[in-house]
């Protein structure tokens, strides 16, 4: 395992990451560039990364710029659905494959702000960060820190996967799911 630096995150709501019908599931370099001008405003002001809503609503929780978003409530972690939009990462099938071994329910559909606001931990996954927790969350002037240190310490689902993930990559612990290939 490792050490994560809890991030702090801001509802983007003027600037969609994908639209329905577009490239947003795919891992394409042009789904990077439109988020580079919101990301740079949102560093501006404090913080690491920008959350996309949804473009057909404006009120579901799609992406982080370049990760898939987990929230958590309890034992449930729900994230948003597969439909076009979000990216079916390699880190987020094992996340949630992971999660559901450690006992949580794990649950695909709409999740909205208000989840996200009221949730008692949210965190991200993707191929560079692996998991990422989040500290905190700002929607419409109103912050909303996680866990009990108030966003400063990891939250205790993202540890747990984190170190449960990256333990199987670096072969610490037996690969149930026979993800790890030897390449030499």
């Not at 898939?68 to 390699?90: D, H, S, W, Y």
């Not at 649950?107 to 989840?115: A, F, P």
């Not at 866990?147 to 072969?171: C, D, F, M, R």
């Not at 690969?175 to 390449?183: K, L, Q, R, S, T």
Request: glycine content about 12%; aromatic content about 8%; charged content about 25%.
């Amino acid at each position: 395992g490792g050490q994560l630096t809890p991030i702090d995150l801001i509802v983007e709501e003027r600037f969609h990451r994908a639209a329905p019908g577009g490239m947003g599931g795919t891992k394409a370099a042009g789904n990077y560039s439109p988020v580079l001008k919101t990301q740079l405003a949102a560093k501006q002001d404090g913080f690491a990364d920008v959350v996309y809503l949804d473009a057909k609503h404006d009120k579901y929780l799609e992406e982080v710029s370049s990760c898939n978003i987990f929230v958590v409530k309890g034992k449930t972690i729900r994230t948003p659905a597969l439909g076009g939009t979000i990216l079916p990462g390699v880190t987020r099938s094992s996340v949630m494959r992971l999660a559901e071994a450690h006992g949580y329910t794990v649950e695909e559909g709409d999740v909205t702000v208000d989840e996200g606001m009221e949730a008692d931990e949210i965190f991200t996954s993707g191929t560079a960060v692996v998991v990422c927790s989040v500290g905190s969350l700002q929607y419409r002037g109103h912050r909303r820190r996680f866990g009990p240190s108030e966003g400063k310490e990891p939250g205790p689902v993202a540890l747990e996967i984190y170190n449960a993930l990256t333990k199987l990559q670096l072969e610490e612990e037996e690969d149930p799911f026979g993800w790890v290939y030897p390449v030499c």
